[in-house]
């Protein structure tokens, strides 16, 4: 469609191109700003607030929104004409994420090949990482700050990301599944890992923790979504 618009004014594609990665730059830029403020107001509200589920309550929301603004920050920075490079997603956003949750972090990229993913995929990994971070606090350490939270990038037999994410804390409640629980947090990581055509499973060693096996070819720039076969 952008290279038919371009054809009928002047046939100047790349200029086009430009022209709409500028603009996508702005729009990014604005979202970034308007959920930064959202988040301001949701942190007013909880230092105001004397009940402690409320203000975990607030506290959730105010790291999710504050998750989607950094990463649309990030976009703005970075541009994604040929994608993002996977390491470097994760290297300026878990210190946003740390920032947000007062809940320290440990990532180790256990691979040298670069792995550039589109958009779309860069937003479901990093609300993935936030959604399981807001949990390792709530359920890991009590809703206290100060816990700390370890990530694994490597990928297995040059088709799959994995992802591992252990908990410092305690996990969650005994006799509590992680492939059934109801939380909310829990639901949009299950979903997000679906959409991506990746799997789930769940482990108690040392540390509780979580791995999730990506399909790299789901990743790239270009790709669609996994389509639902419904349940």
Do not use: W
Not at 8 to 20: K, P, Q
Not at 62 to 80: F, K, M, P, W
Not at 128 to 151: P, Q, T, V
Not at 176 to 185: E, P, Q, S, V, W
């Amino acid at each position: 469609m952008s290279d038919n618009y371009a054809a009928a004014n002047g046939g100047n594609v790349e200029g086009f191109r430009e022209t709409v990665d500028m603009r996508i730059a702005e729009a990014d830029h604005r979202v970034a700003n308007s959920l930064s403020l959202v988040a301001a107001m949701l942190r007013i509200q909880r230092e105001h607030n004397s009940d402690n589920a409320a203000r975990m309550a607030i506290l959730n929301a105010e790291a999710q929104v504050l998750g989607i603004a950094h990463l649309h920050a990030y976009l703005h920075s970075c541009g994604s004409g040929d994608g993002i490079d996977l390491a470097d997603l994760f290297t300026e956003l878990m210190p946003k994420i740390e920032g947000a949750l007062g809940i320290r972090y440990r990532l180790a990229i256990n691979t040298s090949r670069p792995l550039a993913v589109s958009e779309r995929a860069a937003r479901q990994l990093i609300m993935i990482i936030n959604e399981l971070a807001i949990n390792a606090r709530k359920y890991g350490h009590d809703g206290a700050a100060g816990g700390c939270i370890f990530i694994e990038l490597d990928i297995e037999g040059e088709d799959h990301l994995r992802i591992r994410f252990a908990d410092g804390g305690t996990g969650l409640p005994d006799g509590t599944d992680r492939g059934t629980a109801n939380g909310l947090g829990l639901k949009i990581v299950h979903s997000l890992i679906h959409d991506l055509g990746g799997s789930l499973s769940t482990k108690t060693d040392l540390r509780p923790f979580i791995t999730m096996m990506i399909p790299v070819d789901g990743l790239g720039p270009g790709s669609s979504p996994v389509q639902s076969k419904g349940h």
